[in-house]
């Protein structure tokens, strides 16, 4: 599985951005996929995540209520809605892809180890 993210940028304190993640292969539609970043001088963390199904996600409490991830299965993308951005979402964010044979419990969906595929990082910088 190859993953290519994209839509990052530039954006206000309490504005908006969607980012997206495509992804080659058929097998798309059989890997849960998560959103991690990393911000200047931090360690990655998770950020959201989605079962291959898209009936159950995940969130991190700092974006809960905030950000809404999703999937289509059909475009074999993956998309994160970040709304009322703060400063401290500023970090480059990284979409990932597990198989489901990696996943034996909920908390396997926060974890980076249990992503075996990753994309290149797309950056965010909210400015105050």
């Known amino acids: 599985v190859q993953l290519q993210a994209s839509g990052g940028g530039l954006v206000q304190v309490g504005g908006s951005l969607r980012l997206s993640c495509a992804a080659s292969?058929?097998?798309?539609?059989?890997?849960?996929m998560g959103w991690f970043r990393r911000a200047p001088g931090k360690e990655r963390e998770f950020v959201a995540a989605i079962r291959w199904t898209g009936n159950s996600t995940y969130y991190a409490d700092s974006v809960k209520g905030r950000f809404t991830i999703s999937r289509d299965n059909a475009k074999n993308t993956v998309n994160l809605q970040m709304n009322s951005l703060k400063p401290e979402d500023t970090a480059d964010y990284y979409c990932?892809?597990?198989?489901?044979?990696?996943?034996?419990?909920?908390?396997?969906?926060?974890?980076?180890?249990?992503?075996?595929?990753w994309g290149q990082g797309t950056q965010v910088t909210v400015s105050s």
């Open positions: 990932a892809a597990g198989s489901t044979r990696s996943f034996s419990s909920g908390s396997d969906y926060y974890t980076s180890a249990t992503y075996a595929y």
């Open positions: 292969g058929r097998v798309f539609g059989t890997y849960n």
